[in-house]
């Protein structure tokens, strides 16, 4: 193990599970400290996470991570592509020597993808795939691969976590870190499994006991968040709308999905049966999530194509606190504390990022207050 460099992992950890634990065990035997850098209220796929960021980053604090950095809002909720690239941005700016990410195919392969889709011209061959027809991006994406590399290839590409390495591979370079895959163990249930059993016991026995215990907490204070309790808010939002010209500019969106939502939300009874309605196949479901809630929060596109200017401090123990106090010096990255003192330069982002927080805390069993002033977890061991 090298004591002198430490390893991010773009996370979610909703919740952390055993899958996890596993992955954060293996950074340490091979690096001296890990850190996280870990969606915020929001996720990937278009949904709210199951608890607050505080909570899933006390829970990765007590089963081994040394520091928990915020990926924030809108970055969290976006594309593969859009998600890979902000996270590796802030892994690289806090001067990680290395990125650690899931693989459920041969890196090999994973390698393969990701030089083909770097390289010039392949965004004419992603065209001719979609041949000229409503097809959405990762169907035409896998068929343009499965013509270039072959079927394996092809049939890594439905699988999440291999997108998302994709995603991670093209963006590390040039970024002066190395990649370190970790192979998904099968026997681990994945956040998604996890999630829909619904039940929270049955959720908790299948997380490590320092997680289930943080979780446990969290949930028996009303703090378990599910997207439903915003039905309300989101059929309201898009019933009310006058015309497109609103949601112009929005991420993810377009004219076309824009009147889907508007005509949908007339006789949708909620966020998940109104996404459904407005999925084709031009149009995934995690697209349409996203561009939903990117909608009712504001988020445009020209403001996620940037890279994130700030993160928030979420938790650290003795080892993170140190790395934190180096990163601080360089001045490469914008760390914010506390949610009340962001700095000037980065207001108007925090800010931007902050309307994430406040809806989701209306996602909880028991709504909770928005989480200004809230502190990160600190361990002094």
Known sequence: MDETRFCAVICEYNPFHRGHLFQLNKIKERFGASVCVMSGDLVQRGDIAVADKYTRARAALECGADLVLELPAPWCCAS???FARAGVSLAARAGASALAFGVRAEPDVLRGIAALVSGDGFASEIKRASGGKNVSFPAALEKAVRARLGEEAADALREPNNILAVEYLKNLRGSGMEPFAVARNAGFGSSGEIRALGDTEKMLALLPENSAKVFAEAFAHGGKREISRLDAHFVAFFRTLRGREPLSGIYGMTSDLA????REA?????FEELCALCVDKKYTLARVRRAAIAAVLGYTAAEVKKD?????LLAANAKGRALLASLRKT??????TKPADAPA???????SSARASALASLAAEIPQA????????????
């Open 345 to 351: 330069n980065v207001r108007e982002e925090f800010a």
């Open 80 to 82: 593969a592509a859009d």
């Open 308 to 312: 994130p200017p700030f993160t928030t």
């Open 331 to 336: 001045g490469r990255l914008t760390v914010v």
């Open 266 to 270: 007339k006789h949708s009874g909620g």
């Open 370 to 381: 928005c989480d200004r002033g809230a502190s990160p977890t600190v361990i002094t061991r």
């Open 259 to 262: 009147a889907k939502f508007l």
